[in-house]
């Protein structure tokens, strides 16, 4: 099953060449203020989006043959927030001709758990929400108000969002058959590159809801003397030098921060 339609949220200058045969309609939207807006993008996007199903699919996300028919079906007999399965691919794993051969060289998180094989599994905890691949429908979204746009940068945008939807009541879901394969890309770990968004919108969530997210990360920052956390939110003790950033980035073929 093919999508009705595609929406794609550029946060660079200009946006990407797009094919002209592409057998379903595709708009662009920007997403501008911030050289990282994540929350501002997914929302502009939806705003965007003229169905009633809203699937997020992450840029670096290429969608298997069933993604579509698989949060389709079952939101049409659901109204909850269904999260897919992501197995990741090697360095060069989308040359790959045959996309049912990603099933076989990718790999699934080691802290995420084994999706069904079809329909629904419930996730009681809300901070298991991915923003790599999820779909709600419109009315669910909207009902919510969609993601907080005062997060900006890298981090922590959609495990506020996963609070909001909790708070109103919607369920969550793990989802079989909406399997998508992330491509790979040099990863971090720490993130330092990402230490101010990170610490920012940690104190935003903070403040928020009454507790820290990204808890392993800023534990992280913690352990190397960056920062200190207090009932008053955090202290920045010093930034990242250029070498740590630069020793924090992962060996190649590193899959997961």
């Keep these: 099953m093919p999508p009705d339609e595609l929406v794609i949220t550029y946060m660079q200058n200009d946006p990407h060449p797009l094919p002209e045969d592409l057998p379903f ?3 662009v ?11 501002a993008a997914r929302n502009c996007a939806a705003k965007a989006a003229t169905g009633d199903i809203l699937i997020f699919l992450d840029v670096d ?10 949060y389709a079906m079952e939101l049409s ?11 990741y691919l090697p360095e060069g794993g989308t040359r790959e001709a045959d996309v049912f051969r990603l099933d076989e060289i990718g790999s699934r998180h080691p802290s ?3 999706a069904p094989t079809t329909g629904l599994v ?4 809300y901070g298991e929400l991915w923003g790599l691949s999820f779909a709600l429908r419109r009315s669910t979204f909207e009902r919510c108000g969609g993601l907080d746009e005062r997060f900006t940068g890298y981090g922590g945008e959609e495990t506020d969002f996963a609070r909001t939807l909790e708070a109103c009541g919607v369920p969550l879901y793990r989802c079989g058959g909406a399997r998508a394969y992330h491509q790979y890309h040099a990863v971090y770990q ?23 997210p990204m808890d392993y990360w800023l534990g992280q920052f913690e352990s190397q003397g960056l920062i200190a956390r207090g009932e008053a939110g955090i202290d920045v ?14 060996p190649p073929g590193t899959l997961f921060s």
């Design 122 to 125: 419930p996730e009681p905890d």
């Design 237 to 250: 003790l010093r930034r990242p030098e250029a070498a740590e950033v630069d020793a924090a980035k992962a």
């Design 190 to 212: 720490p993130p330092l590159h990402h230490f101010d968004d990170i610490v920012r919108n940690a104190e935003l969530f903070q403040k928020k809801w009454g507790d820290w």
């Design 112 to 114: 995420k758990p084994k």
């Design 25 to 27: 309609e595709v708009r």
């Design 29 to 39: 939207c920007f997403a501008e203020d911030n050289p990282l807006p994540l929350a």
């Design 77 to 87: 007999e659901t109204d909850g927030c269904l999260m897919g399965e992501v197995l």
């Design 61 to 70: 996300c290429v969608p298997s043959p069933s993604l579509v028919m698989a």
